[in-house]
């Protein structure tokens, strides 16, 4: 697990010196991850390399889940059932897979723009003006196996109408994933009724007092 920036322009390299024998009549095979997300302020590449416990086909698969403007997210997942065939060795292959979008042009809305681990992003987080064509996101994501166990809180910008960032997948391969969808917090009823309530009663006392002549 790597933070830093501009991780979906430059590439992360990976270089592992550990391996473990799996039992060829276990039906276990090979298997490498790399998860890709970038608020813009921050960036995430988490990785994990190891043994599949999925006695499937080999699979060798890139997803691009959010492309930009604003928030980018991409899964490079492999499976394979060769010797040591699990060897990507960088990100070069989710950078190369994000697609060109067109100039952004800037839009009206302000969001906060957040990614933590373990942490919690609000509406205190740095504010950034959204793209045209983008809106405020904010959700938990949780992932789990391959090695990995983590949560991380994300909030920016997402491409309209896209309503979750991992367009509600539940797994990559050995990963699951659980995106728990955050929605910003509103004033409650009363405090919007109650001025709205005031604001007609003064109206109303005011023709009253006109309609007689009195002063008030």
Not at 95 to 115: E, F, H, K, M
Not at 162 to 175: A, E, H, V, Y
Request: a positive charge; hydrophobic letters at 40%; glycine letters at 8%.
């Amino acid at each position: 697990m790597k933070f830093g920036q501009n991780f979906s322009k430059t590439s992360i390299e990976w270089i592992v010196d550990r391996t473990i024998a799996l039992e060829s009549n276990k039906g276990k095979m090979c298997q490498e991850t790399f998860l890709l997300i970038d608020v813009g302020t921050t960036a995430l590449i988490l990785g994990s390399k190891g043994p599949s416990i999925q006695s499937h086909r080999n699979v060798r698969n890139i997803t691009v889940f959010a492309r930009g403007p604003g928030l980018k997210a991409i899964i490079f997942y492999h499976v394979c059932d060769i010797e040591l065939c699990n060897r990507a060795n960088s990100t070069r292959m989710l950078i190369d897979s994000i697609p060109s979008v067109a100039p952004t042009v800037r839009g009206r809305q302000p969001c906060p723009i957040c990614l933590h681990f373990k942490g919690v992003c609000n509406s205190k987080s740095n504010l950034a003006i959204c793209p045209r064509g983008t809106r405020c996101y904010m959700s938990d994501l949780t992932l789990h196996g391959g090695g990995l166990s983590a949560i991380f809180s994300i909030s920016g910008c997402l491409v309209y109408p896209q309503k979750f960032l991992m367009k509600n997948q539940s797994s990559i391969g050995t990963i699951t994933l659980l995106e728990t969808r955050l929605m910003p917090k509103r004033k409650s009823s009363s405090q919007v009724l109650v001025p709205s309530i005031l604001l007609t009663w003064m109206f109303g006392l005011l023709a009253l007092c006109l309609q007689r002549s009195i002063l008030c």
